[in-house]
């Protein structure tokens, strides 16, 4: 099958390469964002392989359909940047990894947890400056604490197992109780009451028309005084003025962020030189108690393996027409 790789970072070509020693594929390498106009370089290709800020809109799909593309496969979980409708509409498959390696972002959000609270990230510079005191380095023991988890499928369910050994209490919220973390013994509760018992609110729910802004004005006055929220999942699931709004408040103590609403453009480049245009991102960054990370947590040895290798079994499972268990329809 020929396939266009967009959004594509060196690591990207290495991990497909690698699944591809054997030569089944034949990879068509770009480092541009899949958009409407970009789409033309997926030209007499079957496949499209994309990343997180590609845009699969209706019409980048109708385009992709124009130029004899069958097939879309995401090399990430989410799919909520693929309009699933229409690329039902115009006959396109579309499969994605589900689940690489949920210990990755788990374990990412851990240490956004771990790095704020203890501020290792400023202790790391103080150090390298011949700066040993350690006044505004005060953290909290995560022993005893209650955390509140937002989505408990694959990923969230690791959190919440590594938060159970660091002795905290576990509350969770989803329509869809995992009976494993049950058996751990976290109590699934109301929303509201998650957010106004937990010391960290961590999010592991995907971002849906649902899900949109969960984290808004009103939620964040639900949330306890001071408590901490970590954001590992996508962006759109928290209101970014919003947050601002409560940071200046003190109602969020600690913010921790690898995702972004507006990631699209900054995530992933080197723009240390440019001038930023995004007076939200750019606010975000002077609060002490901010720590954001550009779209990290997947980033493992494991799980780069595991995605380009299900990507590959992905598309040939489509190329010879079985069915795959990773496909994603519209409902
Ligand atoms: P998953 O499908 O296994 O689990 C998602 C869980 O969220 C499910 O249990 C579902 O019932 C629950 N959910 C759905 N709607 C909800 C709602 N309104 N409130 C609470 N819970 C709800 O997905 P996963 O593999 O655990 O991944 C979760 C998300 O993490 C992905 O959708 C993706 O957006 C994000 N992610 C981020 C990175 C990263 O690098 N930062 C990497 C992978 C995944």
Redesign the pocket.
């Known amino acids: 099958m020929k396939i266009a790789v967009f959004s594509t970072k060196p690591h990207d070509r290495r991990g497909l390469e690698a699944a591809n020693a054997a030569g089944n594929h034949e990879l068509y390498f770009h480092e541009a964002r899949l958009r409407p106009h970009s789409s033309r370089l997926a030209e007499n290709r079957d496949a499209v392989c994309v990343f997180?800020n590609d845009e699969l809109s209706e019409e980048s799909i109708a385009d992709l359909a124009g130029y004899g593309v069958r097939f879309i496969a995401l090399r990430?979980?989410?799919f909520?940047n693929v309009d699933l409708t229409a690329a039902a509409k115009y006959g396109l498959q579309v499969v994605r990894v589900?689940?690489?390696s949920?210990y990755?972002?788990a374990e990412?959000a851990v240490a956004l947890i771990l790095t704020l609270n203890r501020r290792v990230h400023k202790a790391y510079n103080r150090v390298r400056e011949g700066n040993f005191e350690l006044r505004g380095l005060e953290g909290f023991d995560l022993h005893g604490k209650t955390v509140g988890v937002?989505?408990?499928?694959?990923?969230?369910?690791v959190f919440c197992r590594i938060m159970n050994g660091f002795g905290c209490r576990v509350l969770a919220?989803?329509?869809?109780p995992?009976p494993d973390c049950e058996a751990l013994g976290v109590e699934y509760v109301a929303?509201e009451e998650l957010l106004g018992q937990s010391d960290i609110v961590s999010l592991?729910?995907?971002?849906?028309p649902?899900?949109h802004h969960?984290i808004n004005a009103n939620s964040l006055e639900q949330m306890k005084q001071g408590a901490m929220l970590v954001n590992?999942?996508?962006g759109g699931l928290v209101d970014t003025p919003a947050l601002i709004g409560a940071l200046k408040s003190g109602r969020i103590g600690g913010l921790a962020l690898?995702?972004y609403e507006e990631e699209a453009d900054l995530f992933f480049e080197d723009l240390s030189g440019e001038i930023i245009d995004d007076d939200l991102l750019m606010r975000l960054t002077t609060f002490p108690n901010v720590l954001i990370t550009s779209?990290?947590?997947?980033?493992t040895h494991e799980a780069l393996r595991e995605i380009a290798e299900t990507t590959l079994r992905n598309l040939t499972d489509l190329e010879n027409g079985r069915s795959c268990p990773n496909q994603v329809v519209a409902v």
């Open positions: 997180v990430c979980a989410g909520n589900p689940a690489y949920p990755s972002v990412h937002v989505g408990t499928g694959n990923i969230g369910k919220f989803d329509p869809f995992n929303l592991h729910c995907p971002l849906s649902q899900t969960l590992t999942s996508r690898d995702v779209h990290q947590a997947f980033f």
